[in-house]
């Protein structure tokens, strides 16, 4: 755990965006809302020319010259997606930047950080992986409650919501143009759980998967609906329902991002147990990666402070003091919030 004193002194972060789409658009928006940071450049695989971001100022680069921005730029945020591009590009980036990224994929998330840890050690950066709400609050969320009631059992149920994770790994399937997929909580095991009954639930029995998937032309569906429903740490273990449907039914009722859930542990106090407690943490988002926006940004400006400390190496949102969040200096935090 990192335990410094929080500097109270105000810095401004030079912010770099790599990848620029719906978590990236959340991103530039809580930059702008704060006021100890500065977006310096979008960085883009697209043509510059054909981006227009909504930060008077900064600038739109090609991602083939990001090197030459190593100076410039205090932490880079990289906002790929997690099946293909962050395992690639957060190490490649750390050797340049301190850097953070959500990824997202959980049974890969140990693999991801000796990656990115090896290569922030040898730059001498500081790197964040996976931050965002799950994993990253709800993270912590199942870290405390675990912490207070150690005799107990942790249930973490998502939705209904759209995963941003989900739907970029059904538009990589060959055949796929487009495509959203909500997770939805069972109810009657979202009912037993807060009975306090603790049950045993397996990944089946807690969720299930909706897609809705636009083809491209000429693609083959059955193909599109089994890679689907057998793809490893995403659908396989859930029951899975696939609907195609045309780009323009997709953009009329499925435009919105909504998502949110629930961690909840359960658990017993007492000489002989007889005490029940439940401790629950919801969240209710009308824009899921707006609000993952807003945590990475939040994350963002304490690695910016940990690596004037001269912390390097990867972190989780485990290892970050809470303090290091907030633009508040440690005295306004303890009258204000403590």
Known sequence: MLTGTVKDIKMTTRVGIYGYGNLSRGIESAINHSDDMQLVAVFTRRDPKSLKI???????????????????????????GSAKDL??????????????????????????????????????????????????????????????LPNGKDYTFWGKGVSQGHSDAIRRIKGVADAKQYTCPVQSALDAVRSGSNPELTTRQKHTRLCYVVLEEGADAKYVENEIKTMPSYFADYDTTVNFISQEELNRDHSGIPHGGFVIRSGVTGVNNEHKHIIEYSLKLDSNPEFTASVVVAYTRAIARLHSEKIVGCKTVFDIAPAYLSP???EQLRALLL
């Open 328 to 330: 508040l200096s440690s």
């Open 54 to 80: 909504a930060t008077a100022g900064a600038e739109v680069v090609s991602a083939q010259n990001v090197v030459d921005y190593k100076d410039k730029i205090d932490v880079m945020i990289i906002c790929g």
């Open 87 to 148: 395992p690639k590009q957060t190490p490649e980036l750390a050797k340049y930047f301190n850097v953070i990224d959500s990824f997202d994929t959980h049974a890969k998330i140990p693999e991801h950080f000796a990656a990115v840890d090896s290569a922030a050690k040898a730059s001498g950066h500081i790197a964040l992986i996976s931050a965002g709400w799950d994993p990253g609050m709800f993270s912590l969320n199942r870290l405390y409650a675990n912490a207070v």
